[in-house]
């Protein structure tokens, strides 16, 4: 299985400060035949269910706001939030399409400092 | 608008079994791959299963492989989780979630409020 590890496993970031969020795979995930990375990013808020945010690596899902964004390739990826709001409270996670099974990172804790 | 509600969580000793469902509304249910995802209390996600939309491929995360069936109703708009010889280990919030794209190897984009297993001896 490929493994899915995200750093920090938490982070506190003042409001308007930008938060960056990194995810490591354990093989890569981009797929020769199309040059896509097969990764997700999503947002959980407390008892809520996980929301996307991120798919293909660096594409928004519609509705997201646009100081989400998402770069990287292979196997490291990083989700960047520009200018930190107090709504992005929550957990991200990131997730690996690539192969069977798929597979999420352990999370990221949020917070406003 | 989207709705995916699960139901049919609760509590069952170790070794009983379940029967988790989800009902879906706002879109096309038999287009889409559909797929059960868990969490257990105050831990990460974990992708338990998938189905093709005409319920002839089904793929499990290894540990709950011979023990779980995945299964779905498109007249109902309905995805089914059967759950047998269940452990402590399974005890989690269950969720119903929809594959964006039309394969196995997918994020998903709409999710349910989640059902919760809760396993004890």
């Known amino acids: 299985d490929i493994v899915m590890t995200q750093s920090p496993d938490s982070l506190a970031v003042s409001l308007g400060e930008r938060a960056t969020i990194n995810c490591r795979s354990s093989q890569s995930l981009l797929y020769s035949s199309n040059n896509m990375n097969y990764f997700a990013w999503y947002q959980q808020k407390p008892g809520q269910p996980p929301k996307v945010l991120i798919h293909w690596a660096s594409t928004r899902e519609s509705g997201v706001p646009d100081r989400f964004s998402g770069s990287g390739s292979g196997t490291d990826f990083t989700l960047t939030i520009s200018s930190l709001q107090a709504e992005d409270v929550a957990v991200y996670y990131c997730?690996?399409?690539?192969?069977?099974?798929?597979?999420f990172g352990q999370g990221t804790r949020l917070e406003i400092k | 608008d989207v709705q995916v509600v699960e139901s049919g969580g609760g509590s069952v000793q170790t070794g009983g079994s379940l029967r988790l469902s989800c009902e879906v509304s706002?879109?096309?249910?038999?287009?889409?791959?559909m797929s059960w995802v868990r969490q257990a209390p105050g831990k990460g996600l974990e992708w338990v299963a998938n189905?093709?939309?005409?319920?002839?491929?089904?793929n499990y995360v290894d540990s709950v492989n011979g023990r779980f069936t995945i299964s779905r109703d498109n007249a109902r708009n309905s995805l089914y989780l059967q759950m047998n010889s269940l452990r402590a280990e399974d005890t989690a919030v269950y969720y119903c979630a929809r594959a964006i794209r039309d394969s196995q190897y997918s994020p998903f984009d709409y999710w349910g409020q989640g059902s919760l297993v809760t396993v004890s001896s």
């Open positions: 706002g879109f096309s249910f038999s287009n889409f791959w």
């Open positions: 189905i093709k939309q005409d319920g002839s491929e089904k």
């Open positions: 997730q690996q399409y690539y192969s069977h099974p798929s597979t």
